[in-house]
């Protein structure tokens, strides 16, 4: 009896695996950054939240603590962020509650054209005013 060996096969299914695997992998990639992204903003609301309640209201601080804290990220940039700054009156006094949204948007690091390109997130942080607005 002649036994015959198939050669190739080993390939074959490689390539019908590989095909997967790299997709599975994109997307693992793709999720680590929302993940990574989306501490990164909600930690910068956090942060802007903390100086506009020693501020007393929207402040030049704010501002910057939340670029700060994006453009310390891995991934993140201040200038594709909009921060949002917000108070219950005009002016903001003592005790009131201040609001900051940001929203970000990015691009993935490993996109997976042509269905996601870009990823949007968005955070909010809310803290008493430790003083009145000046």
């Given at each position: 009896m002649i036994v015959?060996?198939?050669?190739?096969?080993?390939?074959?299914?490689?390539?019908?695996v590989i095909g997967i695997f790299l997709a599975l992998v994109l997307w693992l990639v793709c999720i680590g950054q929302?993940?990574?992204?989306?501490?990164?903003?909600?930690?910068?609301?956090?942060?802007?939240?903390?100086q506009a309640a020693l501020a007393g209201g929207a402040s030049a601080t704010?501002?910057?603590?939340?670029a700060a804290v994006l453009?310390?990220?891995?991934?993140?940039?201040?200038d594709a962020a909009e921060?949002?700054?917000?108070?219950?009156?005009t002016p903001c006094?003592?005790?009131?509650?201040?609001?900051v949204n940001i929203a970000y948007q990015g691009a993935y690091w490993?996109?997976?054209?042509?269905?996601?390109?870009?990823?949007?997130?968005?955070s909010e942080a809310v803290r008493a005013a430790e003083r009145d607005q000046q």
């Open positions: 015959r060996r198939e050669r190739g096969q080993a390939i074959v299914e490689f390539m019908l929302i993940l990574l992204a989306g501490y990164t903003v909600n930690q910068a609301a956090r942060a802007a939240a903390h704010a501002y910057d603590a939340a453009n310390a990220g891995v991934g993140t940039r201040a921060v949002r700054i917000e108070c219950l009156r006094r003592r005790y009131d509650p201040i609001t490993a996109p997976v054209a042509p269905f996601f390109n870009e990823f949007t997130l968005e």
